[in-house]
């Protein structure tokens, strides 16, 4: 009998201290670089403020893209990259007129990346810093918040940060059009 508990303990035990383990894993997990990116669980609640953009919702989106000049918009949602491509894995749809700058949210980018990111960003902007930009992904999404904190250090002025993004557009019964990235690099 006290056999039979102990070969029954020691799975119960080895499982505990997994759970205890890998627990403590997650709890170390930095979810911000030393920059003040968000590099980890990109899929989570984001918060209610981010310095140096407005935050805007699917009415006052609406209202900016009836303004001259008419904002520019930025998709950052991410597309697999493999071997020097875009892997379409499944179709992505964006609010009409975006660009989707795939993968510039994320919050450790590569020189190749960020190059990619400013020089789309220099030419939808025509080099004009103070053009409206307008940078959504999803709702519960860090990498259109990433995105607007990069882009104000690059100088934007004039930033918004459609937060709840995609998600709000289609909940809205708004048109949404087949998306493509722009060509990398």
Not at 5 to 31: D, I, Q
Not at 42 to 48: F, L, M, V
Not at 109 to 123: D, I, P, V
Request: with cysteine; hydrophobic share 45%; net charge neutral.
């Amino acid at each position: 009998m006290l056999r039979a508990r102990r070969c029954l303990l020691r799975p119960t035990l080895a499982a505990l201290s997994l759970s205890l383990l890998l627990g403590v894993a997650h709890a170390e997990t930095a979810l911000f670089s030393s920059d003040g990116y968000r590099i980890a669980l990109y899929r989570s609640p984001t918060p209610n403020q981010l310095d140096g953009a407005a935050i805007i919702d699917t009415t006052a989106l609406q209202a900016l893209l009836k303004q001259t000049p008419r904002p520019v918009l930025i998709d950052v949602y991410r597309r697999q990259w493999l071997q020097g491509r875009f892997i379409e894995d499944q179709p992505h749809e964006n609010v009409p007129g975006s660009h989707w700058l795939a993968n510039t949210g994320d919050g450790d980018l590569s020189a190749e990346w960020a190059g990619y990111f400013a020089r789309h960003l220099t030419a939808l902007t025509a080099g004009d810093l103070a053009q409206p930009l307008v940078f959504y992904c999803r709702s519960d999404c860090w990498l259109s918040w990433n995105a607007v904190k990069r882009a104000a250090a690059m100088g934007y002025k004039t930033l918004y940060w459609y937060r709840d993004g995609l998600d709000a557009w289609q909940a809205a019964n708004l048109p949404v059009m087949a998306a493509q990235p722009e060509p990398f690099p």
